[in-house]
């Protein structure tokens, strides 16, 4: 394996090339900056949308023919983000539908991470020991067009009622083990503030709750609606976690710094877990430099997933060969916080599991072989002793009781 370090790329500065001027001439900053006015104003259907942008072919028939199939949303911040010469911008491929996306493949799945089977009540995902996933809403500022919930985020779901909330209140309350809450949805912050704190509240008086997460697209579709008296009343429940979802260098703008690092300045870590996109951000050097461009906002890089299999999106899959090929380029080369986990999320409701390059080269029993990220071979000489139970343990646990 070598990789050119003159392919390194350098840290790019935040050049967001916005047709805002263009697009939306009429909006004062007053309403650009309103979270709402941006929601009020969401292109919906692609007569809007080839005002806005010309649509190649493709694009025509892909919103003719996923019009059925799932939502089209873009709020008036992401599209102005859209290269309107290329259609392989970044951005344009996550916000307007290809014909290939109504297309259904043999193995493709509706409900490709076997989620509905592990909901105890509507609003828990229930798979793993110690974690739940909470779904509040079916709502999103954008939907993406890569998504693999859209059976959710295609409405029929709505907000959760007072009833639907209560009963998943009650799951995690009655669920000693689940120290760890992941809200999600749809974008529980178009919830209103109101409507958050009747969940995070209740929630965070869980004695058993250790800590909270929120997985969301707003710093990335939306940003102004990170405004201070949110990153303020998510301080209040600490430790929150937020999530959030970068796939591509070109969405870390001015805008979303500003959302991410208000986040971290109030006391609230961000995280981000991106996608990889065959011909979208499948090369080393833009996932390097997305991660770059994370921890220069003080994100930090999380998980990289390879596209679930959900029905629409084998255009987007790439081989899981890839995935593996993008962590060994970074592994070593760059800073390891930049390194995210490749993970794949199992079909069928396996759960994630993650992939790294295999750098053993040979295991002896007195040795083993390795290569560095430079593929040169090293020995790390195993040790006499192999017990490695931990004789304090036991004093330990008596103590804290
Ligand atoms: C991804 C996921 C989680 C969280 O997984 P982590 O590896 O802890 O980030 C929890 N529940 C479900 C259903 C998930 O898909």
Redesign the pocket.
């Known amino acids: 394996m070598s990789f050119d370090e003159q392919q390194t790329p350098a840290t790019a500065d935040l050049t967001p090339v916005s047709r805002r001027a263009e697009l939306f001439p009429d909006a004062t900053d007053d309403q650009w900056n309103d979270w709402r006015w941006q929601m009020r104003n969401s292109v919906r259907d692609g007569a809007r949308l080839a005002q806005l942008l010309k649509l190649t072919d493709d694009e025509r028939a892909g919103v003719a023919e996923t019009a059925k199939i799932f939502r089209l949303g873009i709020s008036p911040y992401y599209l102005s983000l859209i290269d309107p010469a290329h259609p392989f911008c970044p951005v344009r491929m996550q916000a307007v539908p290809v014909k290939a996306e109504a297309r259904k493949r043999a193995g493709e799945l509706r409900d490709p991470?076997g989620?509905d089977p592990r909901r105890p009540v509507e609003a828990i995902?229930h798979?793993?020991p110690d974690?739940?996933?909470f779904l509040a809403l079916d709502t999103c500022s954008v939907y993406c067009r890569h998504c693999t919930r859209r059976r959710i985020t295609n409405g029929g779901e709505a907000e959760l009622n007072k009833t639907e909330l209560e009963k998943g209140l009650e799951y995690v309350r009655t669920h000693p083990q689940v120290r760890?809450v992941?809200l999600s949805g749809g974008d529980p912050f178009l919830l209103s503030e109101e409507r958050l704190e009747q969940i995070l509240a209740p929630l965070r008086a869980i004695p058993h709750v250790e800590m909270i997460r929120i997985g969301t697209r707003i710093p990335v579709c939306l940003p102004m609606r990170v405004t201070e008296s949110l990153a303020k009343l998510l301080r209040k429940y600490a430790p929150l976690f937020v999530v959030t979802h970068f796939n591509h260098p070109k969405e870390i703008t001015v805008e979303a710094k500003r959302a991410c690092e208000l986040l971290v300045d109030h006391g609230v870590p961000v995280e981000n877990q991106a996608v990889l996109m065959r011909r979208l951000n499948s090369d080393a050097r833009i996932i390097t430099e997305l991660s770059h461009a994370c921890l220069k906002m003080r994100v930090r890089p999380y998980?990289l997933h390879q596209m679930d299999v959900a029905e629409g999106l084998e255009h987007l899959r790439t081989p899981i060969e890839a995935g593996v090929k993008i962590i060994e380029q970074m592994r070593g080369w760059t800073t390891g916080l930049a390194v995210p986990h490749l993970a794949v999320?199992l079909p069928g409701g396996g759960?994630?599991v993650t992939l790294q390059p295999d750098y053993v080269l040979e295991r002896k029993p007195n040795e083993t072989i390795l290569r560095n990220y430079r593929g040169q071979p090293y020995a790390y000489p195993e040790p006499e002793e192999t017990d490695c139970s931990c004789p304090y343990d036991d004093v330990w646990r008596a103590q804290r009781r």
């Open positions: 991470l989620e995902v798979k793993y974690r739940v996933l760890d992941l998980y999320d759960g994630k």
